[in-house]
């Protein structure tokens, strides 16, 4: 997807172990998201940020931890990967808060 | 009562019929209202976005608020198999968007 990357593509973790994906974007934009997307479950947003080190939590937050120190990365961490937290995840950026945002093709994690 | 509610389907059209997604809300708050597609295995890309209550039209897509009834809908004319895909609605109101489930659609050609 054009101005949005994330990292890895698929990864395979074991559980109890720390995890960390990467979204990157070129585009300058404010803000930026981290959802898992589960089926029956659709789009749950896990945290959000609205500028560099200004972060906050989404609805699913229990279990992960973000950061960003610069503009154009945004880091999710799975602190210690549990089974549950099997499942696709997107990020997502975007120039305002209500206009529609910009998601980047995924990362499909699998804990065993 | 969930922020946001759409049925998951699927949805199964023959090619060149008019197909009809919709959504419904409860949060009266929300003023933007957006369609995203999501093909399999891919992010969900922005298709219609819309401010308050109203039509919009782009090529063979239509959306349609109706906030007084809190009913969203996005029309599709003319189907082809390349709009088999899942469609989620979304919304927004103070800082973050809230999307519906999404509706799997397939047009069978």
């Known amino acids: 997807d054009a101005g949005i990357t994330q990292s890895p593509r698929h990864k395979v973790t074991e559980t109890g172990t720390p995890v960390t994906l990467r979204c990157h974007q070129t585009?300058?934009?404010?803000?930026m998201y981290w959802y898992r997307q589960d089926p029956g479950h659709g789009l749950r947003l896990i945290h959000y940020?609205?500028?560099?080190?200004?972060?906050d939590k989404g609805e699913v937050s229990d279990g992960y931890s973000v950061s960003r120190s610069k503009t154009e990365d945004f880091l999710l961490t799975l602190e210690s990967a549990t089974s549950s937290q099997t499942s696709v995840y997107f990020c997502a950026i975007g120039k305002d808060s209500n206009y529609g945002y910009t998601f980047g093709s995924g990362t499909r994690l699998t804990v065993v | 009562q969930k922020e946001v509610e759409q049925d998951p389907g699927p949805l199964s059209v023959p090619e060149g019929a008019i197909v009809s997604l919709n959504c419904t809300y409860s949060n009266s708050a929300f003023q933007y209202f957006m369609w995203y597609r999501q093909y399999s295995r891919k992010g969900p890309e922005l298709l219609m976005y819309t401010y308050s209550s109203g039509n919009k039209e782009d090529g063979r897509f239509t959306a349609q608020v109706d906030k007084s009834s809190k009913y969203i809908s996005l029309f599709i004319r003319d189907s082809q198999p390349s709009d088999s895909a899942t469609y989620l609605c979304a919304m927004s109101a103070v800082d973050k968007i809230i999307f519906g489930k999404g509706t799997r659609l397939h047009i069978l050609p």
């Open positions: 940020s609205y500028g560099v080190k200004d972060t």
């Open positions: 585009e300058n934009h404010r803000y």
